[in-house]
């Protein structure tokens, strides 16, 4: 018999969201079912009953921050690399081309 999934049904597995957040706070007990779940996000901190699946205020504790990115990051200057190629240049200042008026009205007409 094959597995059937239904698209927006009931979430398989027991995985707490919780655990990932940031202002989840979690005691265990040696017991599967000794499991004490906090959320600490709002005011007065509340407990949570149930594994949560999804969460408006759901912050990622993995995720790195900003200053730790940028704190990481490389410099990388733009240094044009390749060697100059024969009928290939940069163009460095753009000038506007001029147009004659005979040119101009010849390609209207045709």
């Known amino acids: 018999m094959a597995k059937v999934k239904v698209k927006n049904g009931t979430p398989v597995g027991s995985q707490h969201l919780c655990k990932r957040c940031s202002w989840g706070q979690f005691m265990t007990g040696?017991?599967?079912?000794d499991l004490l779940v906090?959320?600490?996000r709002p005011d007065p901190s509340f407990r949570v009953p149930f594994t949560v699946y999804e969460c408006s205020e759901f912050s990622d504790r993995y995720r790195p921050t900003?200053?730790?990115m940028s704190k990481?990051?490389?410099d990388v200057d733009p240094?044009?690399?390749s060697a100059k190629m024969r009928g290939f240049a940069a163009v460095t200042t753009?000038?506007?081309m001029r147009v004659d008026?005979?040119?101009d009205e010849a390609a209207r007409a045709g």
Do not use: F, K
């Not at 040696?30 to 079912?33: F, I, N, P």
């Open 30 to 33: 040696y017991r599967e079912s």
């Open 38 to 40: 906090i959320c600490t």
């Open 66 to 68: 900003w200053e730790q």
């Open 72 to 74: 990481l990051a490389i």
């Open 79 to 81: 240094v044009r690399v």
């Open 94 to 96: 753009i000038q506007p």
């Open 101 to 103: 008026e005979d040119e």
